[in-house]
């Protein structure tokens, strides 16, 4: 073989092998220095709801312990915001962005975005569409609960526990969000498996206590014999009990009302006798997020998903639970 045509073969398996590096560095997460501190993003998708307002002030707190400057973002319930909070906090400089999807896929191109600045993403609470963003290489990992199962364990204590009701008013979360998608097919697979219930109807409440009461209210009147409302959060739950009482029934006796969330509230509502049972999910991210970024800088392993712990509330330990939740 020529000494022209060795160094072409030569130069040409240089090549492929750069870039080959080049593609399976851009197939991974962007890197996080490892510094004394650091200037972090969190978009939260908004604030009108006690759950909402716990998780921002976790994350605040955390970032105050810590001496790290944290640059917040409110997206008011507008997934266009929340891509335009991100892309100002790309254009900030900020060394790491916690993310909090409003739904699956608008947050995608933000996500994309920011591994194209070469910062690194780590969703809370809500993820995105698995098929266009990946863990490990498109973000970092997603920290939150196990939505299907929360909608499972709810549904589970309903077939154990109905007394004979059986006609089901479902109020959803919002349209295209991960808890949404998921705490209806953890709930809807179980009562698919029980013929004895019926889903008489299932309709968006957008995760809102008033919006949750329109919808109760116009759901019970289409569907008077209903006796269960099953609500995707505490919100939705809450403005479902006055559209109960605003028919005429007793919430608690003539309809069973069953959550998802587990805040304080509600977890009164259930002393109270207005409402059977209740799934927590957590909003105290903060720990736990910064101690995942720090694990990161550090070079650790991260798995695709964390999965945090959820308590389940009814009238058994409702009462002595009612200090501890948030």
Not at 22 to 46: I, N
Not at 234 to 260: F, H, N, Q, R, T
Request: proline share 4%.
């Amino acid at each position: 073989m020529s000494l022209s045509r060795r160094h072409l073969l030569v130069s040409a398996a240089v090549a492929a092998a750069a870039s080959a590096f080049a593609r399976a560095a851009f197939a991974q997460a962007p890197a996080l220095p490892k510094k004394d501190t650091y200037k972090v993003g969190f978009a939260q998708t908004e604030s009108n709801n006690p759950w909402r307002l716990a998780q921002t002030k976790s994350m605040q707190d955390e970032a105050a312990k810590r001496g790290w400057q944290m640059v917040y973002t409110d997206a008011a319930g507008s997934a266009a915001k929340q891509v335009a909070d991100v892309n100002s906090m790309i254009a900030q400089g900020v060394d790491l962005i916690f993310l909090a999807p409003r739904e699956e896929l608008p947050l995608i191109p933000a996500i994309k975005a920011a591994k194209g600045a070469n910062i690194p993403v780590i969703l809370l609470d809500r993820n995105v569409d698995q098929s266009l963003a990946k863990a490990g290489e498109d973000y970092v990992t997603f920290i939150g609960s196990d939505f299907i199962e929360e909608g499972k364990r709810v549904a589970d204590w309903l077939v154990a526990n109905a007394g004979g009701k059986s006609k089901i008013l479902q109020l959803e979360g919002t349209t295209g969000s991960s808890p949404a998608n998921d705490r209806k097919k953890g709930f809807d697979d179980v009562i698919a498996a029980n013929p004895a219930f019926t889903i008489l109807a299932s309709q968006t409440g957008d995760f809102a206590r008033d919006k949750g009461r329109q919808v109760a209210e116009t759901l019970l009147q289409a569907h008077p014999d209903a006796d269960i409302i099953y609500a995707h959060n505490d919100e939705m739950a809450i403005g479902a009990i006055s559209a109960v009482e605003a028919a005429g029934k007793v919430a608690g006796k003539d309809v069973i009302i069953l959550s998802i969330d587990g805040g304080k509230e509600i977890v009164q509502l259930i002393v109270d006798g207005k409402v059977a049972a209740v799934c927590e999910c957590s909003p105290l991210f903060g720990p736990k997020a910064f101690d995942t970024a720090v694990a990161y800088a550090n070079g650790e392993a991260i798995e695709a998903k964390l999965i945090n712990p959820d308590r389940f509330y009814d009238a058994t330990n409702a009462a002595e639970s009612l200090a501890t939740a948030y």
